[in-house]
């Protein structure tokens, strides 16, 4: 893949069984990354890990600050510093949040500054809800300039029918089409 040279901001957020599935992805693309962490990616264990196993994975790829407060990700888009913004793994809660314009995280604050630079952001969707009440903001943000999912499906429709995952072996690849321009299809897969 040919993201070497891209700066690639990663926002984190509390989907935390899906978290692993992210950072293997990420570790098999190179690119610069810059990683910002929700409040609960930050503070709350849980059966999948402790923040601090969390972080010490996200510091062995990269050499840059680990973003964690609002006024730390607010330069990110008065200075130009991404081309690129991922939301991965993106919760309904954070997905309801970007929809209506809430910015009261610091992965949202470094969603916001960035999309004002008319730069991609890739949401990689990790939601119970997302077949219901979050349905609605699935299809705004899908109508959004400069926002890309990466494909999606249902993961466990029998037990879950509301649940949406993304492809998460497809990230690098929405990732270069984002930064086409494009939105990788089909989306739901």
Request: glycine residues 8%; aromatic residues 4%.
């Amino acid at each position: 893949m040919g993201l070497e040279q891209t700066r690639v901001g990663v926002g984190l957020t509390g989907s935390f069984c899906t978290c692993d599935e992210v950072l293997d992805a990420l570790e098999a693309i190179a690119a610069d990354y810059t990683f910002v962490l929700s409040y609960h990616a930050q503070q709350l264990s849980s059966r999948f890990g402790t923040p601090e196993d969390f972080e010490r994975r996200l510091r062995a790829l990269t050499a840059h600050m680990i973003v964690k407060t609002i006024p730390e990700a607010e330069p990110l888009g008065p200075k130009n510093l991404l081309d690129v913004f991922v939301i991965a793994p993106c919760t309904g809660n954070t997905l309801a949040k970007l929809a209506n314009g809430i910015t009261d995280t610091p992965v949202l604050m470094a969603a916001k500054g960035h999309l004002r630079n008319g730069k991609p952001l890739v949401i990689s969707l990790a939601s119970n809800d997302a077949l219901g009440v979050n349905l609605r903001n699935i299809g705004t943000l899908l109508n959004m300039k400069h926002i890309s999912f990466v494909p999606f499906a249902q993961d466990a429709p029998q037990q879950k029918p509301n649940s949406l995952t993304a492809r998460t072996e497809l990230l690098g690849k929405t990732i270069e089409a984002a930064l086409r321009g494009e939105q990788l299809q089909p989306v739901l897969r």
